[in-house]
């Protein structure tokens, strides 16, 4: 399946990146897990769903740079030449990551060069001595700038002048506007090698910026000031005219996702939107491909869109895609967003349902039933999802053995401590003993026990998610926490 622009594709983006044509995307970003050794978990508000991810590794970080290595080279084998890549870490594997991708360059992607390492201040100050840690306090994270080549796009970004920058280099004050200005040098920096013209202007001879002709008009114009006869002539720049400080590498201007910001949705890991526009501005045009290998929330895709770009973004939780998938509706709604159209790709092939995370198979499976995912991690009784009417849904990854009588037995008593009739397990496969089970208990008992498995619920078309945005969220909680 080649992969089109405007997608939003659920699965391990080695496997996507297979059907993405080589050297067609403009930019590339990535957040990818930070070999952190932790598991984090978020809720969606919006649905109360879990969005979540482990970033803990057998082999430690060797493990994680063996599995982020494949991906950052198909990544960069999806790059055109004239195209940025940009990776988003921190100091768990930051070392490790550019040595990775140095070597990678190195052997196959010759003419790819490292441009920056951007410091992003991410975190206020805090301290974790109280915690006995012995370690600066760790506030930033790193994001590495590499180009395909040496012809890229860069588009110049300005950060506004402090105000201490102001105060000490715009003192001076035009009497009759009121405006603040300063007083810059107008010579022709290099000299006669640079091309700089040589004459004397206002008894002062110099190699100057500007031809003798203009230098007469911007006088004339009241723009070139001698302090006095005999001081080089200075340029009046007024503070209304500068774009500010062209962008460094050290960002601290960006404000982290507090818990009270509009844009927040919940998941644990979330960049701040003005990060991405930043990145996207600066390394791509409009209309330009940008992808997200790791999408996590969507949010390089909001700042494409909002910048007339065109996107890929894959990520391996379903629940993760849809949450992009309503951020862009979403977005269609604000009129000062170009127009775009998107396509959701959910993958439902056998191969596809067997690789899946087990947070994202029972995603799909409540999916495709129509059902609720159970948001509850301990305490939920044997349940993994429910029904609108509250029976219970019981999910079973095995692939390699059938479920049998004792776990329908279990699921019997679920059913019983629901206080409902009927109840659903789904799984690859049932033993004829589980089969019996269930059938002698609607006999005996009528509690109906659906065994329904993994290839019929393939051939079910997908209901209307419950979780769709018109959904009332307040019903949605009440029924969880029935």
């Not at 391990?12 to 932790?38: G, R």
């Not at 927040?264 to 003005?274: A, D, N, V, W």
């Amino acid at each position: 399946m080649e992969v089109k622009p405007n997608s939003i594709i659920q699965g391990d983006c080695l496997d996507i990146l297979q059907d993405v044509n080589a050297e067609t995307v403009d930019l590339v970003y990535i957040d990818p897990p930070f070999s952190s050794n932790k598991n984090y978990t978020g809720i969606w508000e919006k649905t109360g769903e879990e969005l979540s991810f482990e970033d803990v590794w057998e082999m430690g970080v060797g493990g994680y740079i063996d599995w982020l290595k494949p991906r950052v080279e198909q990544l960069f084998k999806v790059l055109k030449e004239t195209g940025s890549f940009y990776i988003h870490c921190d100091w768990h594997a930051s070392h490790e990551i550019k040595v990775m991708i140095d070597n990678l360059i190195k052997k196959q992607f010759k003419t790819a060069r490292f441009r920056n390492e951007i410091i992003w201040k991410r975190s206020f100050a805090h301290s974790d001595t109280k915690q006995g840690a012995k370690h600066f306090g760790r506030l930033h994270d790193n994001i590495f700038f590499y180009t395909k080549s040496d012809n890229y796009v860069f588009n110049t970004q300005f950060t506004p002048p402090s105000k201490e920058y102001i105060e000490n280099f715009y003192k001076q004050i035009e009497p009759n506007t009121g405006k603040k200005y300063q007083l810059i040098s107008l010579t022709g920096p290099g000299g006669a090698s640079k091309g700089n013209p040589y004459y004397e202007f206002l008894g002062v001879k110099r190699y100057w910026q500007f031809s003798k002709e203009n230098m007469e008009k911007l006088y004339k114009e009241g723009r070139i000031i001698q302090t006095k006869p005999g001081n080089v002539p200075r340029f009046k720049k007024y503070l209304d005219e500068t774009k500010g400080t062209p962008l460094q590498s050290i960002w601290t201007d960006i404000l982290p996702i507090q818990s009270q910001s509009n844009e927040r949705m919940g998941y644990p890991t979330q960049k701040p939107l003005k990060l991405l526009e930043r990145i996207i501005s600066v390394s791509s045009n409009p209309k330009d491909l940008v992808l997200d290998a790791f999408c996590g929330c969507g949010t390089t895709l909001v700042a494409s869109a909002k910048l007339g770009r065109k996107f890929i973004g894959a990520d391996i939780s379903r629940v993760a895609c849809k949450v992009m998938d309503v951020r862009l509706k979403e977005l269609t709604k604000d009129k000062t967003t170009p127009p775009f159209r998107w396509e959701l790709i959910l993958p439902e092939t056998m191969e596809s349902v067997k690789d899946m995370d087990w947070q994202s198979f029972q995603d799909w499976v409540c999916d495709k039933l129509g059902a609720y995912k159970e948001r509850k991690k301990t305490g939920d009784m044997g349940r993994d999802g429910y029904y609108s009417d509250m029976s219970p849904i019981q999910v079973k990854q095995w692939k390699k053995h059938p479920v049998g009588r004792p776990d329908i037995q279990q699921f019997h008593s679920v059913i019983r401590n629901s206080g409902k009739k009927s109840g659903t397990v789904v799984g690859f496969e049932f033993s004829k003993e589980a089969k019996q089970y269930a059938f002698d208990l609607e006999k005996d008992e009528e509690i109906k026990m659906e065994l329904l498995r993994v290839s019929d619920l393939l051939k079910r078309k997908t209901p209307k998610s419950p979780y769709h945005e018109s959904y009332n969220v307040d019903v949605q909680k009440r029924l969880v926490n029935i």
